[in-house]
């Protein structure tokens, strides 16, 4: 026996007969999806890169998998393409950010005071950190930082096996690691805050 389609697929299902059903999608993950993506290039590519991943995933919803328990990772895997396409935008502002140390996203990310302290005391080498990894390498580390996926997640999301998921966060840590300095706590609370 098959168990009931999750909210996510029965609102894609829907929207096969009825488009406007697909507006449950949006409502609940385009401001996730527009601040991740605010994040790794800017405000100005944020809406951008969001509506695009909007429109591509109603013209392609039927792909969906209706046994997925959530949309989540196959928006943000429809979502990569677009930032991968504006990868020097995302190094660009990565490489502002280690020279300024000023990250205009850190406040909307930040709960408490404290955690903006640490986070803008952190950023330049963070920053730096992250525009010396590959694309895919940075893409893995940083659905799983900051956009919380689980391994299995970033796979679905990226359409690559597990094990690609783990050796390159692992690869993507132990750099993290070395560009803060050997420390793995401070790499590991760097990327928390950010």
């Given amino acids: 026996m098959r168990p009931p389609p999750s909210a996510d697929a029965a609102a894609v299902e829907e929207s096969l007969q009825q488009p406007e059903?697909?507006?449950?999608?949006?409502?609940?993950?385009?401001?996730?999806?527009?601040?991740?993506?605010?994040r790794r290039l800017g405000a100005e590519a944020a809406d951008d890169v969001t509506s695009e991943t909007f429109l591509v995933a109603?013209?392609?919803?039927?792909?969906?998998?209706?046994?997925?328990?959530?949309?989540?990772?196959?928006?943000?895997g429809i979502a990569a393409k677009p930032i991968g396409r504006q990868r020097r935008s995302e190094l660009r502002m990565l490489k502002a950010y280690t020279r300024t140390g000023w990250d205009p996203v850190m406040e909307s990310w930040?709960?408490?005071?404290?955690?903006?302290?640490?986070?803008?005391?952190?950023?330049?080498e963070l920053a730096g950190a992250l525009a010396g990894l590959s694309a895919g390498d940075r893409h893995v580390l940083?659905?799983?930082?900051?956009?919380?996926?689980?391994?299995?997640?970033?796979?679905?999301?990226?359409?690559?096996?597990?094990?690609?998921?783990?050796?390159?966060?692992?690869?993507?840590?132990?750099?993290i690691r070395t560009a803060l300095g050997a420390d793995p706590a401070l790499a590991i609370d760097a990327m928390e805050v950010a």
């Fill in 58 to 76: 109603f013209r392609t919803r039927r792909r969906f998998h209706a046994s997925a328990a959530s949309a989540r990772p196959w928006l943000y």
């Fill in 142 to 175: 940083l659905l799983v930082a900051w956009a919380e996926f689980s391994y299995q997640e970033v796979a679905d999301a990226l359409e690559i096996p597990l094990g690609t998921v783990r050796s390159r966060l692992n690869r993507a840590r132990r750099k």
């Fill in 21 to 38: 059903a697909f507006a449950h999608l949006y409502d609940r993950y385009a401001a996730d999806i527009h601040r991740y993506v605010t």
């Fill in 110 to 124: 930040a709960e408490h005071a404290d955690s903006r302290v640490v986070a803008q005391g952190m950023h330049r």
